[in-house]
């Protein structure tokens, strides 16, 4: 599985930014995408997540960190095998760069795309 991260970017605090993560290779092997964050120093952390293989729920279901309910929202492509966070209301401790992920449930790999810069000015 292969992921590419694009839509980073410096923006204003209070402004939007959207960010894509495209998916190639065995997408059919993993049960969702989600989006992660780390600045210089610090752990990576979780931002969001959706499901990827749910049929039943054609929007996938969806987790958030605390941080960012209310303001980001994670959504699907299934047919463009891309994954969005739109990013809203943006404030200086969204800096960070971002990172697409996914997971196999088959062997519990974890995938990994390149990350995308987002900085956020006071």
């Known amino acids: 599985v292969q992921l590419q991260a694009f839509g980073g970017g410096l923006v204003q605090a209070g402004g939007s930014l959207e960010l894509s993560c495209a998916a190639s290779?065995?997408?059919?092997?993993?049960?969702?995408i989600g989006w992660y964050r780390q600045v210089p120093g610090g752990q990576r952390e979780f931002v969001a997540l959706?499901?990827?293989?749910?049929?039943?729920?054609?929007?996938?279901?969806?987790n958030y960190a605390d941080s960012v309910k209310g303001r980001f929202t994670i959504s699907r492509d299934n047919a463009k095998n891309t994954v969005y966070l739109q990013m809203n209301s943006l404030k200086p401790e969204d800096t960070a760069v971002y990172y697409c992920n996914a997971k196999r449930p088959l062997d519990r790999e974890a995938f990994w795309g390149q990350g995308t810069q987002v900085t956020v000015s006071s």
């Open positions: 959706i499901d990827w293989a749910s049929t039943t729920n054609s929007e996938g279901s969806t």
């Open positions: 290779g065995s997408i059919f092997s993993i049960d969702a």
